[in-house]
């Protein structure tokens, strides 16, 4: 198992969803962030932006489904501009459901 922290454009969030949905992978947990990237934040006039909001998705796929994930984030989260956001890939070494105390199998 592979976890995916992908963290993208709030505006962004339904298209990701939409796509993530599409390909089967259909379990995540979404967090709203504050963060900047190399762009140091965004300039409007006299004021800087130093953090920006940002969603966090953190998803857990089967190998399998790796690679249709990220391609499904891409193709979600992209619009050409600075800022579209990153994806990280760990690796998940075990999981465990809580209410039954049972390991879960990839």
């Known amino acids: ?14 298209q990701v969803m939409n ?14 962030v504050f963060g900047r990237g190399q762009q140091r934040g965004v300039q409007v006039g006299n ?5 920006l909001p940002k969603i966090m998705f953190t998803i857990v796929v089967e190998e399998a489904k790796l690679d249709a994930a990220i ?12 800022g579209d956001g990153k994806i990280f890939i760990s690796p998940v070494d075990a999981a465990y459901t809580v209410r039954t105390g049972q390991k879960v199998q990839d």
């Open 1 to 14: 198992m592979r976890m995916i922290r992908a963290i993208i454009r709030p505006d962004r969030e339904e």
């Open 19 to 32: 796509a993530l949905e599409s390909t089967g992978v259909v379990s995540l947990t979404k967090m709203d």
């Open 47 to 51: 004021t800087v932006y130093s953090e």
């Open 71 to 82: 391609a499904a984030i891409q193709a979600g989260a992209r619009t050409g501009q600075h």
